[in-house]
């Protein structure tokens, strides 16, 4: 961490000065009548090969029906029996919102009809030709009996969709992209031959680890009050990842509960070795230490920018989110741990005798007595800048961004698909559009028991005319659409840079990266 008193290593240098955050399209832009991403949208990049001038390669064809059957007919438009049309069968399942989220008629009804499998593959493969990066792709089932299926691969999202309807997983996990298929790692007669070549770069923050600072819930449990530590943290981490790394395409998506997961795709990131992962992590990592481990923030002076600047971002939060939402010192026991952290005995009694006088202060008070009866004279040896600084480390342990740092440090980590149904809760694993990120709302998210009853209430009409005309996607009925939306216009954006041959350049020249 080289924010901190005992540094091992010195900041890595700061990333391109040119960065330019994902602008997907709005919610409710008209969308082109293909549920695909075409060759048109990408700005497709000229072929070299003689072969590829020959075929120009639509999307729609990657997704034929040579993989199809009966009993798991192609996912291609117009030809779903389960998907995007007005005359769609409703869904089967009477009384769904009673049902459990596991239920597997409602996994099937979900993966059948509204996980957004091309965007999915899309995402993935960087390409609208199937590549080794989805098609080495390794992908892990978790079963409703808790058995742990890992290694899997699919050549084609048709594929992945079969094997996912058929064994009905309670969710699913992304993974790296090895050198070989994952199915044929045990037929290698060299065994070391089998390695992690990229992966995303991830974070995971989830709100547990915040249990010694947020009075509102605790454990799985969450609320509007706790969950501005979420927003707080993506803020902090995404500006970081966008200014100092100079990464574009940065997905967060909630994790269905109590958290938030980030997915870093620039093909730089996907590029980087365990050693660099570390050190991107260790740039963020600011507390160290458990929920016993006293005073958890000692940093250097003068602060890094990094940590100037999200001092900026967290200081609205921490005056209402935290002094005024979560009221953490409100009794004289919690009063001693802020105590704790100031650096002058004699300004603690001081703040001690008059907090006992008047018990029923609150958290904002006490924050604002400090500096009352510091300038008062109570203490004749007072360090100033001490207790500027110590105030300082006190707002960062209550506000700044709690990461899971080993789901960032291996190539090899994997993490829960996005658009997964979470188990224990039934809501859907949505991505979290960061320019409306005041507005997400984790406990009104889609669920899985809500979207069974939203396309069974959907009537033909619903729709405008010109979307009537060309067919609705199930998803499209359903509160799942702006997401699926968002999905789609970030996949738009990641594939046009792929293939955008100035930014291949550029990222090939500077894959070395310093830190």
């Known amino acids: 961490m080289p924010h901190s008193v005992s540094p091992e290593g010195n900041s890595p240098s700061n990333a391109p000065e040119e960065t330019m955050a994902d602008a997907p399209a709005p919610n409710g832009d008209s969308q082109p009548a293909d549920d695909d991403i075409t060759m048109a949208e990408t700005d497709a990049l000229p072929a070299a090969a003689k072969e590829e001038e020959k075929k120009e390669v639509k999307l729609e064809d990657l997704f034929a029906d040579v993989d199809s059957d009966d009993e798991f007919p192609s996912s291609r438009p117009g030809e779903d029996k389960f998907t995007s049309s007005p005359q769609a069968p ?76 058929r064994l009905l997983p309670s969710r699913f996990e ?24 990229s992966k995303e770069l991830c974070f995971d923050i989830d709100l547990t680890d915040y249990d010694d600072v947020r009075t509102c819930c605790d454990k799985a449990n ?44 620039d093909k730089k990131a996907r590029a980087m070795d365990d050693q660099k992962r570390r050190a991107v992590a260790g740039y ?69 005798a008059k907090w006992e006088a008047s018990p029923g202060r609150n958290s904002a008070a006490k924050w604002a007595d400090i500096d009352v009866v510091a300038k008062s004279g109570a203490s004749k040896n007072l ?10 480390d006190v707002v960062l342990e209550y506000t700044y961004p709690r990461l899971d740092i080993e789901v960032s440090k291996k190539l090899n980590h994997l993490l829960k698909s996005p658009f997964v149904v979470h ?43 010109g979307e009537e005309k060309r067919g609705l996607q199930d998803w499209e009925k359903t509160s799942l659409r702006p997401y699926t939306e968002y999905f789609r216009s970030f996949v738009l954006a990641l594939m046009k840079d792929e293939r955008d041959p100035k930014v291949k350049r550029e990222r090939e020249e500077s894959e070395a990266m310093e830190f």
């Open 284 to 352: 963020l990592e600011v507390l160290r230490g458990g929920s016993q481990s006293g005073k958890k923030v000692n940093l250097w002076r003068p602060l890094h920018p990094h940590i100037s600047r999200s001092l900026e971002i967290l200081a609205p939060h921490f005056q209402s989110d935290v002094l005024e939402s979560q009221d953490p010192w409100s009794s004289s026991t919690a009063a001693e741990q802020l105590l704790s952290l100031l650096p002058d005995k004699t300004l603690n009694d001081s703040l001690r």
């Open 423 to 465: 188990p224990g809760t039934g809501r859907v694993c949505v991505p979290i559009d960061t320019r409306r990120l005041e507005e997400f709302d984790p406990l009104d998210v889609p669920t899985v028991q809500g979207l069974a009853e939203e396309i069974d209430a959907w009537k033909e009409g619903d729709g405008n005319g």
């Open 383 to 392: 360090d100033a800048r001490a207790l500027r600084d110590a105030k300082q």
């Open 222 to 265: 969450i609320c509007h009050r706790c969950w501005q530590f979420i927003t707080m943290a993506i803020k902090v981490v995404d500006v970081a990842l966008r200014e100092d790394f100079g990464f574009r395409h940065i997905m967060w998506v909630y994790s269905g509960r109590r958290g938030a997961h980030a997915w870093v795709c």
């Open 90 to 165: 409703a869904s089967p399942i009477d009384g769904a919102v009673s049902l459990k989220a596991s239920d597997p008629e409602l996994m099937r009804l979900f993966y059948q009809r509204f996980f957004p499998w091309r965007y999915l593959f899309q995402w993935l493969n960087h390409s609208p030709t199937p590549t080794n990066d989805f098609g080495h792709r390794e992908f892990a089932f978790t079963l409703q009996n808790d058995a742990y299926l890992r290694y899997q691969s699919f050549p084609t999202s048709d594929l992945l969709r079969k094997d996912v309807l």
């Open 174 to 197: 992304i993974g790296p992209v090895y050198t070989t298929n994952p199915r044929d790692r045990k037929t290698l007669r060299n065994s070391s031959a089998f390695k992690p070549l």
